[in-house]
C-alpha cells in the first residue's frame, strides 16, 4: 500500500540523529522548557524568518495563546474559514470568542475575500487565515482587507511551513503565525507539539507567559494561562527534522509538480495552481472529483490509500449547534467537502510510487 505518510521509513533516515538528541536531552537532566526548547525556537525563527518563536504543546493551543495574547476574547468575534481542520475553530471557542464562518474559493479552498467582507461586523476582531494545504494566496489582498476593516490578521499556519508569499513566509503577515509540529504535518515531531511566531514582543512575551499558567515571575499570574510548554524532547527531535525541513520541502513541490502534469483524466479536477512554486509547501495534494467514494475504491484496488480533508464542514458539527456565517451561505464549502480526495504526498515516496499513484488516477 502507498501511504498518505510513511513514518516507519522517516524513522529509518534519522533514527540515529534522532537516538543521538534523545540521548543529550535524558542525560542534560532537565525535562521542562530550557536551553533544548530555546535552541528550537531560535532555530525554527530564523526557517520561518520571523524575530520571535514561542514553543508550545501542540497547534491548537498555539492559536488559543496567539488569540488571547492579542486580547481576543469574550464579545469578539473572528472571522474563519469553514473548510480547515476543527482545532481552528475550537480554538476560537476555547479563548472565549465568537467564530464567523465565511465561504471559500472553489478553486483553491481557501477563505474567499468577499465572502470574508460580508462577515464582518462591528464586533469582528479579526480574521483567521488557514494556507490550507501549503498553499499561501492572495496575501496582499487579505492585508489590505484587515487594514481597510481595522481588523487584525491571524495565520493557522499548521499546513503551510516555509511556504513563502512574495519572499515572505507564512506566519509573517498578521500579529502572529501558529505551527502544529503533529507527526504528520511538514516539520512533524515524535508525539504532539506547536509553536507561535510574530514579530510583535508584546505578543510573545504574552504568550511566554500564558503557555506557562500566565506566569511571567514564578508564583505571580497576571493571567489565567495554559500549561502548555513545549517538551524538550520533542525539541531536540524538532531541531534534527527542521535541519531537513528544506529539502523535504522540495521533494513535495517536485511530487506536486508531476501529479499538477500527469494527472489528466476527465473525471479528476486540478485545484488552482501557486502562482509561484514558494508559495505551495504541498502539506498535501488534493484532487477534485464527482465521484469520490468510486475513485477511493478504485485507488484502494491499485494500493493506493487516499484521505479526505475535510468531509464535514464545521456548520454541521454537533458540538456547534449554531454558528455565525455569510448571510449568503456556505455552499461552495459544502460543494468542496464532497468532491476534494488526498492522495500520497510525503518526501519518502520513490519516483516508482508516484508514478503508480498516477497511473491509479489516470486509469479510473
Ligand atoms: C493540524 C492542524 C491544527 C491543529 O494542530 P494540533 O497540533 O493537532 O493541535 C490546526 N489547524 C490546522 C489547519 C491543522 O492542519
Do not use: T
Given at each position: 500500500m502507498i501511504l498518505m505518510n510513511d513514518f516507519k521509513r522517516q524513522a529509518q533516515h534519522w533514527i540515529e540523529e534522532e537516538l543521538v538528541a534523545m540521548r543529550r536531552v535524558l542525560e542534560s537532566g532537565?525535562?521542562?522548557?530550557?536551553e533544548e526548547v530555546d535552541k528550537f525556537e531560535k532555530e525554527f525563527a530564523t526557517a520561518s524568518n520571523v524575530s520571535h518563536c514561542v514553543g508550545v504543546a501542540n497547534g491548537l493551543d498555539a492559536i488559543e495563546i496567539g488569540l488571547r495574547a492579542s486580547g481576543v476574547g469574550q464579545g469578539d468575534e473572528v472571522i474563519t474559514t469553514p473548510m480547515t481542520a476543527f482545532a481552528t475553530l475550537l480554538a476560537i471557542y476555547r479563548a472565549g470568542a465568537t467564530p464567523v464562518l465565511a465561504d471559500i474559493d472553489l478553486e483553491t479552498g481557501l477563505l474567499d475575500v468577499k465572502s470574508a467582507e460580508r462577515c464582518v461586523s462591528k464586533k469582528t476582531k479579526g480574521v483567521l487565515l488557514v494556507h490550507l494545504y501549503g498553499h499561501v494566496a492572495k496575501m496582499d489582498e487579505w492585508v489590505s482587507f484587515c487594514k481597510a476593516n481595522k481588523i487584525e490578521l491571524f495565520e493557522d499556519c499548521a499546513q503551510s511551513h516555509l511556504a513563502k508569499w512574495s519572499g515572505k513566509t507564512a506566519g509573517n503577515f498578521g500579529s502572529w503565525g501558529a505551527y502544529s509540529f503533529y507527526p504528520t504535518k511538514n516539520l512533524g515531531a515524535i508525539g504532539d507539539a506547536g509553536a507561535l511566531v510574530t514579530n510583535d514582543a508584546n505578543i510573545a512575551a504574552a504568550s511566554q507567559s500564558l503557555r506557562n499558567y500566565g506566569s511571567a515571575e514564578r508564583y505571580y499570574h497576571d493571567r489565567l494561562g495554559l500549561n502548555s510548554r513545549l517538551d524538550p524532547l520533542q525539541a531536540a527531535l524538532l531541531s534534527v527534522h527542521l535541519k531537513y525541513l528544506e529539502e523535504s520541502t522540495q521533494k513535495r513541490r517536485e511530487i506536486g509538480a508531476r501529479y499538477r502534469n500527469e494527472i489528466s483524466n476527465s473525471k479528476i479536477r486540478h485545484l488552482a495552481a501557486p502562482q509561484h512554486q514558494e508559495n505551495h509547501c504541498y502539506h498535501l495534494f488534493v484532487v477534485m472529483t464527482d465521484r469520490r467514494a468510486e475513485l477511493m475504491q478504485h485507488l484502494k484496488e491499485k494500493d493506493v490509500q487516499s484521505i479526505i480533508h475535510y468531509p464535514v464542514c464545521h456548520q454541521h458539527q454537533k458540538s456547534v449547534p449554531s454558528i455565525l456565517q455569510d448571510q449568503k451561505g456556505l455552499a461552495r464549502s459544502e460543494k468542496f467537502a464532497k468532491e476534494c480526495l488526498s492522495i500520497p504526498c510525503h518526501p519518502w515516496m520513490t519516483e516508482k510510487e508516484v508514478s503508480t499513484v498516477i497511473q491509479a488516477l489516470n486509469s479510473f
Open positions: 532537565w525535562y521542562v522548557l530550557g
